[in-house]
């Protein structure tokens, strides 16, 4: 079914296609989980608590939407700015996030985590 939005005069269409509201819902949630953490790095990039972030702000509904579309069993290999296909695999964060400089190269939920981060977790509790 299409739909149309409008707002100060720009019209928005967008066609569902068969996507129930759970699911639309739950793509989502899947997007604004990276957006926030993205948001909080970029600020603590500012605050000079982290030394490099690669943002992907406005890219989360490309690696959200490409890891919702495969299989659990099929494998992606993200480079920078594809925060979304590590939360949409649910790779726990304190495995991409770790106390001190760290490299580490990891096959988990069919994603190889490469991440370079020098930063203490505590501060992202912040």
């Known amino acids: 079914m299409m739909e149309t ?5 720009i019209l928005f269409e967008y066609n569902r296609g068969n996507l129930d509201n759970d ?4 793509l989502y949630k899947a997007m604004l989980k990276p957006r926030l953490i993205e948001q909080k790095m970029l600020i603590l990039l500012r605050q000079g608590k982290i030394s490099k972030w690669f943002s992907g702000i406005g890219q989360e509904a490309i690696s959200v939407g490409v890891t919702a579309a495969l299989n659990k069993e099929e494998y992606i290999l993200p480079m920078h700015r594809n925060l979304g296909v ?4 649910d790779i726990p964060l304190e495995r991409l996030f770790r106390n001190g400089k760290e490299r580490q190269m990891v096959l988990q939920k069919g994603v190889i985590v490469v991440f370079i ?3 203490k977790s505590s501060i992202l509790l912040e």
């Open 23 to 26: 699911t639309l819902l739950s």
């Open 117 to 119: 981060l020098e930063l």
């Open 86 to 89: 590590f939360t949409g695999r």
């Open 5 to 9: 939005n409008s707002v100060s005069n």
